[in-house]
């Protein structure tokens, strides 16, 4: 099926430094979400977009819809230990989510 | 509240058998999902319900996937003659607003064809 290309695919950063993470895509979406899953659970909702060009944070999270609705990015700044996951960005159109293939975040003390 | 729950946690099968998993939605949400997740990879759309419209299959990978969903509540996914091929983890979500695409996940249920 359809992925959305999502980078770098993996990350190793020192506790308290800020991460980015981006999604794009060939096709326009009029929602884009961010999701971060864990060992042995479901992802969870982090943020949702809705506008193109919106900035919206959650505490030490900020995401962007880009211009374009073909991309998006996600910062963490300040990070700690239990960031430690994997980061799916979705996009939405008509009813369902398209994921992207995932950035894996370690993050050490 | 309750989130989405999934039944059962883990699945190991034969290969040939057949597998059924349950997921139940969070109260009132009108629409529920299944998707599919390899090792190591990103989610697959299975199936989508939506209040009492012919559900969307178009994400079913062969005949042997099916999936119904009772009252508009509870879902089930059946897998016919597993495959080596079908073990992974399916998760199931669901949605208030599924035009908004906020979509809730549940632990999943991972599944081993041996």
């Known amino acids: 099926g359809q992925q959305l290309n999502q980078s770098p695919q993996s990350m190793f950063i020192q506790e308290g430094e800020d991460v980015s993470m981006n999604c794009t895509s060939s096709?326009?979406?009029?929602?884009w979400l961010w999701y971060k899953q864990e060992p042995g659970e479901g992802p969870v909702l982090l943020i949702a977009?809705?506008?193109?060009?919106e900035l919206t944070s959650n505490g030490r999270l900020t995401a962007q819809f880009g211009i374009t609705r073909k991309d998006s990015f996600l910062n963490i700044s300040a990070s700690i230990p239990s960031d430690v996951g994997i980061y799916f960005c979705?996009?939405?159109?008509?009813?369902?989510?398209?994921f992207g293939t995932g950035t894996r975040l370690q993050v050490f003390p | 509240g309750a989130g989405v729950s999934q039944s059962p946690s883990n699945k190991v099968t034969e290969k040939g058998k057949d597998v059924e998993l349950r997921c139940d939605p969070i109260s009132g949400h009108t629409a529920l999902y299944w998707y599919r997740q390899s090792l190591g990879q990103g989610l697959e759309f299975l199936i989508y319900?939506?209040?009492?419209?012919?559900?969307?299959k178009s994400g079913l990978p062969s005949d042997r996937f099916s999936a119904e969903r009772t009252g508009g509540s509870v879902s089930t996914l059946t897998i016919q003659r597993t495959q080596q091929e079908d073990s992974a983890v399916y998760l199931c979500?669901?949605?208030?607003?599924?035009?908004?695409?906020?979509?809730?996940f549940g632990p999943g249920t991972r599944l081993t064809v041996t």
């Open positions: 096709s326009i979406f009029n929602t």
């Open positions: 977009l809705y506008k193109a060009g």
């Open positions: 319900f939506q209040g009492n419209s012919a559900p969307d």
């Open positions: 979500a669901s949605s208030l607003f599924p035009s908004l695409g906020e979509q809730y």
């Open positions: 979705a996009g939405h159109n008509t009813d369902k989510l398209i």
